[in-house]
């Protein structure tokens, strides 16, 4: 499954893993693939370069790549404090009241709420740089379009390729404009944040739009026959990133959730703002219906949600309470149906591939 782009950064096979867990990424570089370890939640330099040591000692040398949120214009002179304080009390106490709802229990008295939403601040992102630079990664890519030109500059100093996701064509030319090596086509389809574009259709526009720049297919992609048809659509790769949740060495720290992951269909999920602010493809529960509820406040704009709601969604994962509990997933959930190891996911990926291919051969009348 080699493409050019996969031959230049020197892997295997043309397959693209995102994912939170250093584990599932240094088993995806390991299994011929390309492991991009998402830093977002990593607000202390210390632990990030705690778990790049740890990829180090885990990718038997081969290539990996990191993954920010960053935005491309900086806001200066506002504190997290001073952002929180423009949160309404009306929507303080709509927290209070859906968590009261379902009995969920406070913290430990002076227990942190653990992640809160800061990778959207610049100089947390610049935090992750200064360490990754440090470590030989092949790939940078920013969750929020093009990072800023001396970031991108950077990263070619240390011959570090950059990819930027894209929902849209008109992104897709304004990351090219701006000297991304790679482009991201993430649809619909996708978990996290995305667009509102279909896969099956933004990838061939993106691929027009940006001539002869690499583009990744994303967005509800997790068999061998869809990265066949992502090929077929001029892609370079393909982009995966919800199917690695229920693997073996994914660490959700949830029993509860990986069973509704694997109990979920594809008609499960919901592109709501109830997470961050922006349109977030999660699974729908009682916690998105409720901000979703056109009798509620609404939800706030980035970054005042995400802040908003940290606490609310430390507790709720916590104590598990699973009428509220979710996670960013995309549709392709609903063949997220048994926990197998990254190794088993990725034999499948390739096996499937190989059939897609045969068979096209024969209906093309190519032995």
């Given amino acids: 499954m080699k493409t050019e782009l996969s031959q230049k950064l020197g892997v295997e096979h043309a397959i693209f893993g995102f994912t939170p867990f250093p584990a599932v990424a240094a088993a995806l570089t390991r299994a011929g693939g390309f492991g991009v370890l998402g830093a977002v939640r990593y607000t202390a330099p210390d632990d990030l370069a705690r778990d790049l040591d740890w990829m180090q000692a885990h990718t038997d040398g081969k290539p990996y790549g990191l993954d920010v949120v960053m935005p491309a214009k900086k806001v200066e002179g506002v504190t997290e404090a001073e952002v929180e304080a423009m949160i309404p ?209 609404g939800t706030l704009p980035m970054p005042l949600q995400g802040l908003l709601v940290a606490e609310a969604n430390s507790r709720i994962q916590k104590y598990e309470v699973e009428p509220l509990l979710g996670t960013p997933v995309g549709q392709i959930v609903g063949r997220m149906n048994s926990e197998r190891s990254v190794q088993a996911v990725f034999d499948d990926l390739t096996r499937s591939f190989e059939k897609a291919v045969a068979r096209l051969n024969r209906i093309a009348g190519r032995s």
């Fill in 89 to 297: 009390e009306g929507h303080r106490a709509y927290v209070r009241e859906i968590l009261a709802k379902h009995g969920v229990p406070e913290l430990a008295e002076g227990e942190a709420s653990g992640w809160r939403i800061t990778g959207w601040m610049e100089q947390v992102a610049r935090n992750q740089l200064d360490v990754a630079f440090d470590y030989p990664i092949k790939l940078l890519a920013n969750a929020l379009g093009s990072p800023p030109a001396d970031v991108v500059a950077r990263a070619h100093s240390h011959d570090v390729l950059v990819a930027a996701l894209a929902g849209s064509p008109k992104h897709a030319r304004r990351h090219a404009e701006a000297g991304i090596d790679i482009i991201v086509a993430q649809g619909y389809e996708a978990g996290g944040h995305t667009g509102e574009i279909a896969t099956m259709v933004l990838v061939p526009e993106v691929v027009d739009a940006v001539g002869e720049l690499p583009v990744l297919a994303a967005g509800g992609i997790g068999s061998g026959e869809q990265i066949a048809a992502a090929f077929a659509l001029g892609a370079q790769g393909a982009w995966l990133g919800s199917l690695w949740l229920t693997t073996e060495e994914a660490d959700l720290h949830s029993r509860a959730l990986t069973a509704k992951l694997l109990a979920a269909g594809s008609g499960d999920t919901v592109r709501s703002r109830a997470l961050t602010g922006k349109p977030a493809r999660q699974l729908r529960t009682q916690w998105t219906d409720a901000w979703d509820d056109p009798n509620g406040p």
